[in-house]
C-alpha cells in the first residue's frame, strides 16, 4: 500500500518528531498507551476498524531513523522506519506493519511536509477475513487521521530547536574530581579571608565605632561612663546575677511593662464607708433604747 499524506510543518520538524517513538504512538487514531511501557518502545492496545467489524489489537511500536549520512541537509528525502506487532485481544489472530516513510518539502496547500508512506501488512485471524478494498480503506483513513494527529500534537509540544538538543543540560556537565590532596595547592596564592581571624576583625570595625563598641561591651566604671545610662544601669544589675535569675527577671528602662492604672480607689473608699455607717447605726439603735426607758 502507499499512500501521500500532507503536515503543515518544516521537513526538519516533522523529521524529528517522527524518531520519538512515543509521540508517533500517541498520534496513532484509536491507541491507548500503558503508562508503564518505556518511552523507546511504546505499549498499548488499538482499535481498529475495518468495513463494519473493529478489531482490537495488544502490541508494541518501534521506530527506526536514517543515519548520520541521510541525503539532504534539512532532513528532505530521510527516510524513517516504523514496526508495530500486535495479537487480538479476543482471537488468536497476530497482525505485523511495516511502514517506510519519506519526507520532502511540500508547498501546497502551503509550507509543509508531504509524507510518502509505504507500508506492507502480515496479518491472519480477522484481519485475513476483510477484503483488499476495505484493509486498504481502513490504512488511507488512518495516515490521515496520524498526520492530523502529529499537526495537532506538534503545535501543543513543540519539538526543541536542534541549538537547543545540542546544548549539554546541567547533569551532562563534567564537574572536577575534588583535591584530596592536602598539600596539593602549597603554590597557589593565599585566598581572601584566610588570615588571622583577629586581625580580620580588626580590619571590619573602623576607628570611629571602635570606642562605641567596646564602650557598649566592656564592663567597669570607665566603661559604665562611656556607655550610655540605661546600658550601664543594666549592666550593673546584671552582674553577680546567676543565669537563671538574668533569665526571668523582668525587663527594665525603656523596655520595662507600663504598669495598670490603680482601679482600687473606689473600692477602698467603700471598704472604710461601711464599717462607718455599721458603727453609726449600731449608737442609733442603743441610743434609742435607752430614751424608752427613761420614759
Not at 503536515?7 to 516533522?14: A, E, Q
Not at 467489524?53 to 532532513?75: E, F, K, N, Q
Request: charged residues 25%; glycine residues 10%; proline residues 10%.
Amino acid at each position: 500500500m502507499e499512500h501521500e499524506v500532507y503536515v503543515p510543518f518544516p521537513v526538519g520538524t516533522v523529521r524529528q518528531a517522527l524518531t520519538e517513538p512515543e509521540r508517533v504512538a500517541r498520534c496513532v487514531p484509536g491507541v491507548q498507551l500503558d503508562a508503564e511501557a518505556a518511552p523507546h518502545r511504546p505499549e498499548g492496545r488499538l482499535r481498529l476498524r475495518i468495513g463494519s467489524s473493529t478489531i482490537t489489537y495488544r502490541g508494541s511500536l518501534t521506530v527506526s531513523g536514517p543515519g548520520d549520512g541521510a541525503p539532504g541537509a534539512d532532513g528532505a528525502d530521510a527516510a524513517v522506519t516504523v514496526e508495530a506487532k500486535g495479537t487480538e485481544a479476543r482471537g488468536d489472530g497476530a497482525v505485523a506493519l511495516t511502514l517506510t516513510v519519506r519526507l520532502s518539502p511540500a508547498t501546497e496547500p502551503g509550507p509543509g511536509t508531504t509524507l510518502s508512506c509505504t507500508g506492507t501488512v502480515h496479518g491472519d485471524g480477522r484481519l485475513a477475513e476483510a477484503t483488499d478494498r476495505s484493509a486498504e480503506s481502513a490504512g488511507r483513513r488512518l495516515l490521515d487521521r496520524f498526520a492530523e494527529n502529529l499537526a495537532e500534537d506538534l503545535r501543543q509540544r513543540p519539538v526543541p530547536d536542534a541549538g537547543q538538543a545540542a546544548r549539554p543540560g546541567v547533569f551532562d556537565t563534567e564537574v572536577p574530581p575534588p583535591a584530596l590532596d592536602p598539600h596539593s595547592d602549597e603554590d597557589a596564592a593565599e585566598p581572601a579571608g584566610t588570615g588571622d581571624p583577629a586581625d580580620a576583625l580588626d580590619d571590619l570595625v573602623s576607628e570611629d565605632r571602635a570606642p562605641e563598641l567596646r564602650a557598649e561591651h566592656a564592663y567597669g566604671p570607665e566603661a559604665d561612663a562611656a556607655a550610655p545610662a540605661e546600658a550601664a544601669h543594666a549592666r550593673r544589675t546584671m552582674i553577680g546575677r546567676s543565669a537563671e535569675e538574668v533569665d526571668h527577671a523582668p525587663p527594665r528602662g525603656r523596655y520595662a511593662p507600663v504598669p495598670a492604672p490603680e482601679t482600687g480607689g473606689t473600692s477602698a473608699t467603700l471598704r472604710w464607708a461601711a464599717p462607718a455607717a455599721a458603727v453609726v447605726l449600731a449608737s442609733a439603735v442603743v441610743v434609742g433604747r435607752v430614751l424608752r426607758r427613761r420614759r
